[in-house]
């Protein structure tokens, strides 16, 4: 999304709220990161060591939300500010109880509202695969953004060793 006239907010139901996590909480995003990213085989991070989460968290250009369903934890994202006024939707997501609810369209309006809120930002951008939510493409559209690239990557499946 190179544009924030291009964003179209999806405002959510009564009782849904986003509020930034301060002071950062490396314990808080790596609890969120496996509860959301579970089921969409989220598997980058899973190795990582508290250190590695210290030192990703406590980071200036990193920062990350909660959204709540009446006070109840519902999903998270994080937004990394990168160069030249670049604002990534680094992960973004759900907890599986929340999933269908009609919440994922105002958690993404948050986190493209709070994008464009860094001063500088001049494009706001997000990767999805086909690992995804079937929505999440569609989610990402209506909200605004535009397919900049697509890549087929080949999946490897390692076949039991003959001997």
Same mark, same amino acid.
């Given at each position: 999304?190179?544009?924030?006239?291009?964003?179209?907010?999806?405002?959510?139901?009564?009782?849904?709220?986003?509020?930034?996590?301060?002071?950062?909480?490396?314990?808080?995003?790596?609890?969120?990161?496996?509860?959301?990213?579970?089921?969409?085989?989220?598997?980058?991070?899973?190795?990582?060591?508290?250190?590695?989460?210290?030192?990703?968290?406590?980071?200036?250009?990193?920062?990350?939300?909660?959204?709540?369903?009446?006070?109840?934890?519902?999903?998270?994202?994080? !937004? +990394?500010?990168?160069?030249?006024?670049?604002? #990534? /939707?680094?992960?973004?997501?759900?907890?599986?109880? %929340? &999933?269908?609810?009609?919440?994922?369209?105002?958690?993404?309006?948050?986190?493209?509202?709070?994008?464009?809120?860094?001063?500088?930002?001049?494009?706001?951008?997000?990767?999805?695969?086909?690992?995804?939510?079937?929505?999440? !493409? +569609?989610?990402?559209?209506?909200?605004?953004? #535009? /397919?900049?690239?697509?890549?087929?990557?080949?999946? %490897? &499946?390692?076949?039991?060793?003959?001997?």
């Amino acid at each position: 999304m190179l544009d924030p006239r291009a964003f179209c907010r999806n405002g959510g139901p009564p009782g849904f709220e986003v509020e930034p996590v301060a002071p950062p909480d490396e314990k808080l995003n790596r609890s969120f990161y496996r509860a959301v990213g579970a089921q969409w085989q989220w598997t980058d991070r899973l190795g990582w060591s508290d250190a590695d989460w210290h030192q990703y968290v406590h980071r200036d250009e990193l920062k990350t939300w909660i959204g709540r369903l009446d006070g109840q934890p519902a999903g998270y994202f994080e !937004l +990394e500010s990168q160069c030249d006024g670049n604002l #990534e /939707i680094v992960y973004f997501g759900l907890l599986p109880d %929340f &999933i269908g609810r009609g919440l994922g369209g105002p958690l993404l309006s948050a986190a493209i509202a709070c994008a464009w809120d860094v001063p500088g930002t001049w494009r706001v951008w997000v990767h999805t695969c086909s690992e995804d939510h079937q929505n999440a !493409l +569609e989610n990402y559209r209506k909200r605004g953004f #535009e /397919i900049f690239k697509t890549e087929r990557v080949q999946k %490897f &499946i390692r076949s039991p060793s003959v001997d």
